[in-house]
């Protein structure tokens, strides 16, 4: 198949959706198909495998949009949309990614002249108002989940769901189309690495790190993150003198945690890891919390116990990741910070059933591999394109 992929910012190691959309690219072109992306791209750089369109630099906005290692694309004039219209031309069929103006313009153009088309309902309106506070404001993100339907998912047939969660998140807000929750999937190299790290094989602690007890967490630095739960918990805990927190990821809530993270006997490490790295230092630490009010998925989470890690979930009503806790033992009250240090004792306290438990999880975590969320996908791609012919067929 020749798959066009439509996604406002491609090029980040920062961003869940993007980098979703990098590995499901990669792991299709290893099956045969042709993907192409149509995406922002000021590089000037010429990559066959991209429709480049310029960035739109937001009024007032842009300085946020940085922080957060995203841009719009340019949707609009004579140039940005002969490329839009060239490239769901060249496609079998067109998959976007998040319902923003490009999207929409895509969505329309493939209507129009009768493209089969899927889209991904990976963000959370959540997301969004929590840069404006108002993300506990149920009317606010219903209005906001109303426009991503008006934009992009009504009328579409086929809709890609990180989570169960999610799937069920955007029907209760009116979508409509046929939910297909799959997983954005995790590399084979995080199965391996649970498997060396449970035959006894860990990773030879760094130096620096001898005596202590790391606890980890992945993801954007950002509020809804709550990185900041897990510094204020440390000092609730009876390890509080050995605990050295590792929070791995780039945002814009850097300088404030490292501020807030000045108190504690052993401060925060802020780093930014690549692949093999973050295995590297998963497969030495001692547990991962996952502390963020909302999230779609958390592939971080499945990676980290997929590397043998016990996790530590909160119990948010607005966040997927819960679904991974395989008791009540990994779940703690979301916001909470003396639950968290709670939870987070009871696993240290109790090393023989944590080890044990490390082996449960890691073999959990072989059912979200990414061979089989592309079976999944490869299954929704030929559905829609089905459905696509028998609808022309049928007004024909």
């Known amino acids: 198949m020749k798959i066009l992929f439509v996604i406002d910012t491609y090029y980040t190691n920062n961003n869940g959706t993007s980098i979703s959309a990098q590995r499901f690219a990669s792991e299709l072109r290893k099956r045969g198909h042709d993907v192409r992306i149509l995406t922002a791209n000021d590089s000037g750089e010429n990559d066959e495998k991209l429709f480049s369109l310029r960035h739109f630099h937001m009024p007032i906005f842009q300085p946020l949009m940085n922080k957060h290692n995203f841009n719009f694309a340019k949707f609009w004039g004579r140039e940005s949309l002969d490329i839009i219209h060239e490239a769901i031309e060249w496609a079998d069929i067109v998959h976007c990614f998040l319902p923003f103006p490009l999207e929409a313009v895509a969505r329309r153009y493939a209507d129009k002249i009768g493209k089969p088309i899927t889209a991904a309902a990976h963000l959370q309106a959540e997301s969004l108002t929590a840069n404006i506070g108002l993300h506990r404001v149920a009317w606010v993100n219903h209005l906001f989940y109303k426009i991503f339907r008006r ?35 995790i590399q084979p190299v995080f199965i391996e690495a649970g498997k060396r790290h449970i035959a006894g094989h860990r990773t030879e602690t760094y130096a620096e790190y001898k005596g202590k007890i790391l606890i980890m967490m992945v993801g954007r630095l950002t509020r809804e993150k709550q990185q900041a739960l897990i510094i204020k918990a440390v000092p609730h805990s009876k390890y509080a003198d050995r605990i050295q927190l590792i929070f791995a990821g780039r945002g814009p809530m850097q300088e404030r945690y490292e501020k807030l993270g000045q108190e504690l006997p052993l401060k925060p490490q802020f780093v930014y890891l690549k692949r093999d790295a973050l295995i590297e230092m998963l497969s030495q630490s001692d547990l991962y919390v996952h502390a963020a009010d909302m999230e779609s998925e958390a592939i971080s989470c499945i990676e980290a116990f997929a590397t043998g890690l016990v996790p530590v979930i909160a119990n948010s009503p607005l966040s997927a990741t819960k679904q991974f806790a395989l008791d009540e033992r990994s779940l703690f009250q979301a916001g909470d910070e003396k639950d968290l240090a709670r939870a987070i004792d009871y696993w ?9 438990m490390e082996e449960v999880y890691a073999a959990s975590a072989e059912k979200y591999s990414i061979d089989h969320s592309i079976d999944l996908f490869e299954e929704m791609l030929k559905e829609e394109i089905e459905d696509n012919e028998k609808a022309h067929h049928s007004i024909s």
């Open 348 to 356: 240290l306290d109790d090393t023989p059933e944590r080890l044990r």
């Open 151 to 185: 934009l992009l998912f009504d009328g579409v047939r086929h809709i890609h769901c990180p989570s169960q969660f999610m799937a069920d998140e955007v029907k209760s807000h009116g979508f409509t189309g046929k939910m297909h929750p799959i997983s954005n999937g």
